[in-house]
């Protein structure tokens, strides 16, 4: 990962208003920071969240509580706990989308 352009700086998360994203099932709230050519957020996912597409960009995403499946457009599935990460580059051809049953909340670098 290549952060470039982006000056040292300090986030106070609970100053970050959150935005709300339906999925297909269930809603993210999404708190981000946007700076040169990186995204950090945190999402937390409600129960029975899933994802309305696969997505091929690649992140850093630090699973902070609850449980997370990320798929992958091959098949493969993780199960993700609190103290998890899962590093993935883009990959247009096996694309990954997340899932959960009882909510999460994660950080992603992306």
Aim: negative net charge; glycine residues 10%; charged residues 25%.
């Amino acid at each position: 990962m290549d952060i470039g352009n982006v000056p040292f700086s300090v986030t106070n998360w609970s100053e970050i208003t959150h935005v709300e994203h339906k999925g297909e099932a269930g809603t993210s709230y999404w708190k981000s920071f946007e700076g040169g050519n990186i995204r950090v957020r945190t999402v937390e996912y409600s129960p029975g969240f899933r994802s309305d597409h696969w997505c091929p960009r690649g992140h850093v995403l630090l699973v902070l509580s609850g449980k997370l499946v990320i798929e992958l457009k091959d098949g493969r599935r993780y199960e993700m706990t609190p103290g998890t990460s899962f590093q993935a580059g883009d990959d247009e051809s096996n694309p990954h989308l997340a899932y959960t049953d009882e909510g999460a909340k994660v950080f992603i670098v992306d």
